[in-house]
């Protein structure tokens, strides 16, 4: 079946532009996470998602930095203001459930120019 | 504060020789290990996990609490090994929902 999917793939902006990233979890997955992973560090915590609710956003930066999963599928992490700092691979992972394996997206290459 | 260390940025080896990448954890709990596997142009995946106890692509992975290790090990590298590894740490206590990632180690098998 279709793994995590995510778009765009690769997205350069402008600083203090708005960007909005998506992610398409494997179908029937309850759970969902994003990371984010900056050049030569391994990807860093940002959200999880238990169905339509964030369950833990400990790891959101700041408040430039908001995520959504309206309908508990796909999900949408949105960066106001960007910042040249902001640059960096978004992962997108799944799981059945918050136990179990994580299955990752391809990512999504942020550049902030 | 939960952290997973891996103190070798990269470790080349040739083709037959033993791996062994590190991985150091700091968790006041009872942890869960897992190494990710990051080959080229393909994306992360789950290579191992301590409970489960398996050798996969004849790596294993044993956790020792007294040394806070979770190494990776291979007897015989081979070419196709060579990727990116992740040791993470996922916290069992009621409230760490998260997998804590190290900064990774590039492993180059060469023929």
């Known amino acids: 079946g279709a793994g995590v999917s995510q778009t765009p793939s690769n997205k350069v902006t402008e600083k203090g532009k708005y960007v909005e990233l998506r992610c398409d979890p494997i179908?029937?997955?309850?759970?969902l996470y994003w990371y984010r992973q900056s050049l030569g560090q391994g990807p860093e915590f940002l959200i999880y998602f238990q169905g339509t609710g964030a369950a833990d956003d400990s790891g959101l930066p700041n408040d430039r930095f908001f995520a959504v999963r309206p309908e508990g599928s796909v999900s949408t992490l949105k960066i106001q203001r960007t910042e040249r700092g902001d640059s960096a691979v978004y992962l997108c992972?799944?799981?059945?459930?918050?136990?179990?394996?994580?299955?990752f997206g391809p990512g999504t290459r942020l550049t902030v120019t | 504060a939960q952290r997973v260390t891996q103190p070798e940025k990269l470790l080349s080896v040739f083709k037959g020789a033993p791996v062994e990448l590190k991985c150091n954890y700091s968790y006041s709990g009872s942890p869960e290990l897992f190494w990710y596997v990051q080959y080229s142009r393909q994306r992360l995946q789950l290579l191992l996990r301590?409970?489960s106890r398996e050798s996969i692509k004849g790596f294993t992975a044993d956790l020792n609490k007294g040394e806070t290790s979770f190494h990776l090990k291979k007897p015989f590298a081979q070419e196709e090994d060579s990727a990116m590894y992740y040791c993470?740490?996922?916290?069992?206590?009621?409230?760490?929902?998260?997998?804590?990632f190290g900064t990774g180690t590039r492993l180059l098998v060469s023929p």
């Open positions: 992972a799944s799981s059945s459930d918050q136990r179990r394996e994580q299955y």
């Open positions: 993470a740490l996922w916290g069992r206590n009621t409230g760490f929902q998260k997998l804590v």
């Open positions: 179908s029937g997955h309850t759970a």
């Open positions: 301590h409970i």
